[in-house]
């Protein structure tokens, strides 16, 4: 028993010291967090009186006032001493240390409670200074979560009535986007309160580790030396790549931090992607593929000496950042080299094997992070022009830069205002002599930019989280396509829509489809269901959702056939109804004869497998006669008919339909 004793003293000595240094914080953390709360609430008070809240706002800002200076006086209250030094924590009474943290607590309570009346000032928030208030309470939360971040209980007892009046007032104003908000400000109640609570554990421990190493300075002087070695170790560590020895992502970073002026000499960043990296962890094993990304680091070393900055930047990446007046060489110069180093052939694989591709940023007149960006743009057009390429960022990617960008600020907008439009192109059976479905394509005018490009379109939603949107927007004018083919007694037509490998991923697209359908009552069959071959490259993701669709009657279609990943078995598993042979095969196919080989052998795999074959990017007669000999039955293209908006497709699918009634009663066939 005696010998717990002793033990039991130093931990309870302990953790008085730690509640005194929580209170050392909370009293600094208030100095500095109040006057910025009273300049807030004299802002709120400006904007209530604006908005016709004078008397509101007058009695709600003394009210915080009075507040604030309680919380002053409490933070420069003495506390009881216990020794002759009270300003050492050491001989603060703890009990005294307790109560003033209790104290602050409620204070805190008290003035969120304050605060949670400014519900009053803008209706409930439904007045149009709603934004303006919302915007000051979660600032002032996350500053409270900030502020206290030695203290838990403090900043809860603050946010908890500013969160839960915000969220109840959004509830009771009812509304779909009103109750989607208050969700929201619930988990960021949730979120900002384990932060509080993940804080103060840091910093206990902190405390904790602090008075200890005080305690321990004399006995533990060469342990801590060692520790500091470990650390400066730990640091490299955390700096540079383990298996290359290169600066890793977050040491770039940092050496960038430290660069002098760097804004104001010219740079050039360049971001390296290797070809055919893949290739080797898969066929020689991922042993083999980290010996290559030595050997690349090595060479990149050796070819740009030590002037530049290089980085493994992650995977199969590297950068390297350099002053563009110490090279001799231009950027493109200097990429031809590296590309020229790196294709050297590897012990043990052949030839040609590892290539690289290079996107180039030279400016003086932005940061490393939208230099990143810019050489991550000119990195993904080096690669889409094929192997061991380089790219300089020029203007044509800047305006494709800024149009992605505004498209991401502009889509939510769009998509809740209507603005996009989904258009109809023809597919057409029978040689092309009769209409059998209705491609949909999405279009949107941006103000700025024109047409927006459908792959960049469906890119930034997917990026900026409104790919769920965007489909449910297609497929709610789809539907609304197939309802009016019904009424015009053309339900044997189908409708078609584009579906992203993405989008097959990430959402349950059987599930909106399944339960769109049956809500309108429309016939599965009328569905159609184009996905690219990219989708292939991982079947287990997709293969229960495509089941689950035909299982319903929807039909399942390989869009731009013949430039990407499929297999036979691939065709089987995903429950293909039908292929549509890429353009780029179509287009001219009169005047090529290995076009016309390709179609023909995708006609015959169509033919033995019971898949039907469709040939897009049909644009001239003579291409069409071509198509005919070959035994391909159906078309899409220019030469039939563009895309075009829905009420113009459905006078085309009308007058379509006529002719080819007229044409079965000439031939004596029912119609």
């Given amino acids: 028993m005696s010998t717990n004793q002793p033990l039991t003293a130093a931990t309870l000595s302990l953790q008085n010291l730690i509640l005194a240094d929580q209170l050392a914080a909370v009293r600094r953390s208030m100095s500095r967090s109040i006057p910025v709360s009273v300049v807030l609430g004299l802002i709120s008070l400006f904007v209530a009186i604006h908005y016709g809240h004078a008397f509101a706002g007058t009695l709600w800002f003394a009210a915080s006032c009075i507040v604030n200076v309680a919380r002053i006086i409490l933070c420069r209250f003495p506390v009881r001493a216990t020794g002759d030094q009270p300003d050492e924590p050491g001989n603060l009474d703890p009990l005294s240390v307790a109560r003033h943290l209790r104290l602050h607590s409620v204070m805190a309570a008290i003035s969120g409670a304050v605060w949670m009346f400014v519900a009053v000032l803008c209706d409930g928030y439904t007045a149009p200074q709603t934004v303006f208030y919302l915007t000051v309470l979660c600032g002032m939360t996350a500053g409270a979560i900030t502020a206290g971040f030695a203290y838990a209980r403090m900043p809860i007892c603050y946010i908890v009535p500013v969160l839960l009046s915000v969220a109840a007032c959004l ?103 290797l070809d055919g990296f893949k290739s080797i962890n898969d066929a020689f094993g991922h042993k083999s593929g980290d010996r290559v990304l030595v050997e690349v680091g090595r060479r990149l070393r050796e070819s740009l000496g030590s002037a530049p900055l290089v980085a493994r930047w992650g995977g199969d990446e590297f950068a390297l950042l350099y002053e563009s007046a110490l090279s001799a060489d231009g950027p493109a110069t200097v990429a031809t080299k590296l590309i020229a180093a790196i294709s050297i052939p590897f012990a043990s694989f052949d030839a040609g094997r590892i290539g690289v591709s290079i996107g180039i940023c030279v400016s003086r007149e932005c940061d490393v992070d939208e230099m990143l960006v810019r050489a991550d743009a000119a990195l993904y057009k080096a690669k889409s022009e094929g192997r061991n390429r380089h790219y300089l960022f020029d ?54 930019h024109g047409w927006i490009p459908p792959t960049d379109l469906v890119a930034v939603a997917s990026l900026s989280g409104l790919a769920e949107l965007l489909f449910r927007y297609i497929l709610r004018d789809v539907c609304t396509m197939m309802q009016m083919l019904r009424a015009m007694n053309l339900g044997y037509l189908r409708v078609a829509m584009n579906m992203s490998p993405r989008e097959m991923s990430q959402l349950p697209v059987d599930d909106l489809i399944i339960s769109r359908l049956r809500k309108l009552g429309l016939p599965a069959s009328m569905l159609e269901i184009e996905i690219t071959e990219d989708t292939a490259k991982d079947i287990r993701a ?27 078995s691939s065709l089987r598993q995903l429950r293909v109804s039908r292929i549509k042979i890429d353009r780029s095969f179509v287009h001219g196919i009169a005047e090529s004869a290995d076009d016309r080989k390709v179609v023909q052998s995708m006609l015959n795999l169509g033919k033995s497998l019971d898949i039907e074959v469709v040939a897009e990017g049909v644009e001239t007669e003579t291409d069409l006669r071509v198509l005919r000999r070959l035994g391909c039955a159906t078309m899409q293209g220019y030469h039939f008919a563009k895309p075009m908006p829905q009420h113009e497709a459905l006078e085309w699918a009308t007058r379509s339909s006529s002719v080819i009634h007229m044409q079965s009663k000439t031939k004596g066939v029912p119609g």
């Fill in 171 to 273: 509830v009771y104003a009812g509304g779909f986007d009103r109750i989607c908000l208050a969700a929201i400000t619930m988990i960021y109640l949730v979120a900002l309160t384990r932060g509080a609570l993940e804080s103060e554990g840091l910093f206990r421990q902190s405390s904790r580790l602090k008075h200890e190493a005080n305690a321990m300075a004399r006995s533990l002087e060469a342990a801590r030396d060692h520790a500091n070695e470990a650390a400066t170790e730990m640091g490299h560590r955390a700096a540079h790549d383990a298996l290359t020895g290169l600066l890793n992502r977050n040491g770039f970073m940092q050496e960038v931090a430290s660069l002098p002026s760097l804004n104001k000499p010219e740079f050039t960043l360049m971001l390296l992607d």
């Fill in 395 to 448: 203007d044509d990617l800047r305006k494709h830069l800024e149009m992605r960008r505004d498209i991401e600020r502009d889509l939510a907008k769009a998509l809740a205002n209507d603005q996009l439009e989904v258009w109809f192109q023809p597919i057409l059976g029978d040689g092309g002599r009769r209409l059998t479905d209705l491609e949909a394509l999405i279009r949107w005018r941006h103000p700025r």
């Fill in 542 to 568: 997709v293969q229960s959702k495509l089941v689950a669709l035909t299982r319903e009657g929807v039909r399942i279609a390989i869009d731009d056939f013949g430039v990407g990943y499929s297999s036979m």
